[in-house]
């Protein structure tokens, strides 16, 4: 008697073990999928630390890293964080979760300092529902308006892919092609007047307010 007792006492708690959800594990790597690895895609985001990365901004300040490997972009007194490694022509995918009234951006080929004078940058923020317009999700920022605002409601996760060959920008936020453009036919205006885009730069991650924050996951990279 006492033997079948444990045993369905073993096999109770087996069964119950077994239907408990998955536990996202503190700065747990990310890791790319079979058919990624294939494609020649790498990791941006280790999901543990900042390697490969640069934070412009303030000294001792950066963003922090949360549950499941999540980038989250808090902080004070820094603007951007670029990728040490130069990109040409890329392909570029992530999830991004904004906070209400969140705001950032993807930028690419910037210089090491000073990326919002004078690089190309997709806008993301809390403007679900909004028409499109050259400062909403899915604008090259100040430039040019997507085909249609495709962003989700403010704490929902979105998916992003940017690709640029020759400087042929191609964005889909969350399944939709929202730009298809040259950049080489569009005249860009950045912070300080128009510039011309550069052949080959960082990536960079946009800290836009430290009140209302943006997050980034999964960010992955195949060069073209």
């Known amino acids: 008697?006492?033997?079948?007792?444990?045993?369905?006492?073993?096999?109770?708690?087996i069964a119950l073990f077994c239907t408990l959800p998955s536990i996202p594990i503190l700065g747990a790597q990310a890791i790319l999928s079979p058919t990624e690895e294939t494609?020649?895609?790498e990791l941006l985001f280790n999901g543990e630390n900042l390697n490969g990365w640069i934070v412009q901004g303030l000294e001792g300040e950066e963003p922090s890293i949360r549950e499941g490997g999540v980038l989250r972009m808090d902080g004070w007194d820094w603007w951007a964080i670029i990728t040490?490694?130069?990109?040409?022509?890329f392909v570029l995918r992530c999830d991004v979760k904004i906070e209400p009234k969140g705001n950032t951006g993807i930028l690419?080929?910037?210089?090491?300092?000073?990326v919002f004078i004078t690089s190309p940058e997709i806008q993301l923020r809390d403007d679900s529902g909004s028409q499109p317009s050259k400062e909403c999700s899915g604008a090259i920022f100040k430039n040019?308006?997507?085909?249609?605002?495709?962003?989700?409601p403010a704490g929902e996760w979105?998916?992003?892919?940017?690709?640029?060959?020759?400087?042929?920008?191609?964005?889909?936020l969350n399944g939709e092609k929202v730009q298809d453009?040259?950049?080489k036919n569009v005249p860009l205006k950045g912070d300080k007047g128009e510039f011309q885009v550069r052949e080959e730069g960082g990536?960079?991650?946009?800290?836009k307010s430290f009140k209302h924050k943006a997050e980034f996951r999964n960010i992955r990279v195949k060069s073209l």
């Open 39 to 41: 494609e020649g895609f």
């Open 1 to 13: 008697m006492n033997d079948l007792r444990c045993r369905c006492t073993v096999f109770v708690a």
């Open 181 to 183: 453009v040259d950049l």
């Open 84 to 89: 040490k490694k130069k990109f040409k022509d």
């Open 108 to 114: 690419f080929h910037t210089p090491e300092k000073d």
């Open 144 to 152: 040019r308006e997507p085909t249609k605002n495709a962003i989700k």
């Open 203 to 207: 990536i960079a991650l946009q800290h």
């Open 158 to 172: 979105n998916t992003v892919e940017i690709t640029v060959r020759n400087n042929h920008v191609t964005v889909v």
